[in-house]
């Protein structure tokens, strides 16, 4: 049997634990990854420039979408306490990692394990998504539309996407769903998009 991909809703490879230990935003973090959990073992530079692209001064409801083993979440909880995190995945082994992750880290955050964002009914101030892109296109933008659903008025959605995996017909179809979709960083081949504007679903 191959090996499952990360958006598989339970990992059929074998759990191989690997830790290991990151500096961001001048914080030390520690976090436990494994087999059939996106980046195993390291902190990969599509969130890592996500999490660079965030303003100071954070606050309100955030959602870690797709959470894996929880770095976006963790780091974020951690560099903007007022934030109030609920992370996400579909992944059951990626769901155990964030909370323990998040737990290690001192970071209190409701971990969910879920496909998208189905069945919640909270609406949030911050929404962060690092696609996952092998599960396809149909996957990704069902994704974009369900955030479209649950950013608050005000909100912000900040996306990360490389380039050569459809950075740019992704943000054409995002500006179908808001009314204001900014590039707030292009580098190493990536794009973080920022999202605006209410909901047109």
Not at 106 to 114: D, P, Q, T
Request: hydrophobic share 40%; net charge neutral.
């Amino acid at each position: 049997m191959p090996d499952s991909q990360y958006f598989d809703s339970v990992p059929t490879a074998e759990s191989h634990p690997v830790s290991f230990e990151t500096v961001f935003g001048g914080r030390h973090f520690r976090f436990l990854t494994d087999s059939g959990v996106f980046s195993k073992g390291e902190l990969d530079k599509g969130t890592h420039l996500l999490l660079s692209a965030l303003p100071e001064g954070l606050s309100g409801r955030a959602l870690d979408l797709g959470c894996g083993w929880g770095a976006v979440g963790v780091i974020a909880g951690s560099l903007y306490p007022s934030l109030r995190f609920t992370m996400s995945d579909v992944n059951t082994r990626a769901v155990e990692l964030a909370k323990q992750n998040a737990a290690a880290n001192g970071v209190h955050a409701h971990v969910l394990c879920r496909d998208g964002l189905a069945g919640l009914d909270e609406k949030f101030d911050l929404i962060l998504l690092n696609p996952p892109i092998r599960a396809g296109k149909e996957t990704v933008y069902r994704l974009f539309r369900e955030c479209a659903e649950h950013l608050d008025e005000k909100g912000r959605l900040y996306i990360v996407i490389r380039k050569q995996q459809g950075a740019d017909s992704a943000m054409k179809y995002l500006k179908t769903l808001f009314t204001a979709v900014e590039t707030a960083d292009r580098s190493a081949g990536y794009r973080v998009f920022v999202c605006q504007g209410g909901c047109h679903v």
